[in-house]
């Protein structure tokens, strides 16, 4: 089972929209996929589903093994969600007030129990784009981030910044893969950009690599996969090329 974490302390870089196509490229291959929503907005959720059946629910009613299972809907052929829900805005302090005086490790491995006894090929989650405790919790999971990165004059400092983070806040360290999105290949300043990631962070960076394009923002605009809605525009191919690179970890 391989599983990922899309994180990036950036907002609107991708993550939502990297997930969902993944995750769809993939169960397109015939995996067998879990994508799971932890950004309580539902960014996720709204790409498969037009109505959320767990929206309402409280923490305890979706995260407790014996329920967990009942609040997966298949979304698609392959391809299974855990929908985002409101009890997730309570995660961080419900953990905190349900562990007082507990080491630390016992926070960030709540995730991790509850998940592990799920089979799939592939676990996804979008994760917020904060270094919360959901967040964390999904980091040791997972153990392995897919981090989007937006082709401009800030995504260097940024990742450079982020890579200190992950190596300081997680125990998991610098078990990554960045992904390029939103590449531009009329301008210069995305290929310098992609020129100086691959420079700095080698086979970190994914070969393949995501082109800007309107018609992944149509999609996302109308709850459907690239695949469903414009499955001849590059956006496409780029996703079917990406999941063949991340099925090898
Ligand atoms: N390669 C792309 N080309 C064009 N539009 C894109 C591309 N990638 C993402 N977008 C669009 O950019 C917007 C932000 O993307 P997305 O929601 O995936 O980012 P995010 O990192 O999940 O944001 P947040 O931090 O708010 O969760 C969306 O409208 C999405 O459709
Ligand atoms: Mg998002």
């Given at each position: 089972?391989?599983?990922?974490?899309?994180?990036?302390?950036?907002?609107?870089?991708?993550?939502?929209?990297?997930?969902?196509?993944?995750?769809?490229?993939?169960?397109?291959?015939?995996?067998?996929?879990?994508?799971?929503?932890?950004?309580?907005?539902?960014?996720?959720?709204?790409?498969?589903?037009?109505?959320?059946?767990?929206?309402?629910?409280?923490?305890?009613?979706?995260?407790?093994?014996?329920?967990?299972?009942?609040?997966?809907?298949?979304?698609?052929?392959?391809?299974?969600?855990?929908?985002?829900?409101?009890?997730?805005?309570?995660?961080?302090?419900?953990?905190?007030?349900?562990?007082?005086?507990?080491?630390?490790?016992?926070?960030?491995?709540?995730?991790?129990?509850?998940?592990?006894?799920?089979?799939?090929?592939?676990?996804?989650?979008?994760a917020l784009p904060t270094f919360n405790l959901l967040t964390l919790n999904a980091i040791?999971?997972?153990?392995?981030?897919?981090?989007?990165?937006?082709?401009?004059?800030?995504?260097?400092?940024?990742?450079?910044?982020?890579?200190?983070?992950?190596?300081?806040?997680?125990?998991?360290?610098?078990?990554?893969?960045?992904?390029?999105?939103?590449?531009?290949?009329?301008?210069?300043?995305?290929?310098?950009?992609?020129?100086?990631?691959?420079?700095?962070?080698?086979?970190?960076?994914?070969?393949?690599?995501?082109?800007?394009?309107?018609?992944?923002?149509?999609?996302?605009?109308?709850?459907?996969?690239?695949?469903?809605?414009?499955?001849?525009?590059?956006?496409?191919?780029?996703?079917?090329?990406?999941?063949?690179?991340?099925?090898?970890?």
């Amino acid at each position: 089972m391989l599983k990922y974490t899309i994180f990036n302390e950036k907002g609107g870089v991708g993550k939502t929209t990297i997930s969902a196509n993944l995750a769809a490229a993939l169960a397109l291959r015939k995996m067998k996929v879990l994508a799971i929503d932890f950004d309580p907005k539902g960014n996720l959720t709204n790409y498969f589903l037009t109505e959320n059946p767990i929206k309402h629910k409280r923490l305890e009613d979706v995260f407790n093994p014996d329920l967990l299972e009942e609040n997966i809907v298949q979304v698609r052929n392959n391809l299974y969600l855990l929908p985002a829900f409101n009890g997730l805005y309570s995660f961080d302090k419900q953990t905190y007030l349900s562990r007082q005086f507990s080491p630390m490790e016992d926070y960030t491995y709540i995730v991790e129990n509850l998940l592990q006894r799920l089979r799939y090929d592939f676990i996804i989650i979008d994760a917020l784009p904060t270094f919360n405790l959901l967040t964390l919790n999904a980091i040791q999971f997972t153990k392995y981030l897919l981090v989007p990165v937006s082709m401009n004059f800030w995504a260097m400092q940024s990742m450079i910044e982020l890579d200190t983070k992950i190596f300081n806040l997680t125990k998991v360290g610098r078990i990554y893969k960045i992904i390029p999105n939103f590449y531009d290949r009329v301008t210069t300043v995305s290929r310098d950009i992609l020129h100086e990631l691959r420079g700095t962070f080698l086979t970190a960076v994914t070969k393949s690599v995501i082109p800007r394009r309107i018609a992944l923002e149509k999609a996302s605009g109308a709850s459907k996969t690239i695949f469903e809605m414009f499955p001849n525009d590059p956006a496409a191919a780029a996703f079917k090329k990406l999941a063949r690179e991340i099925m090898i970890q």
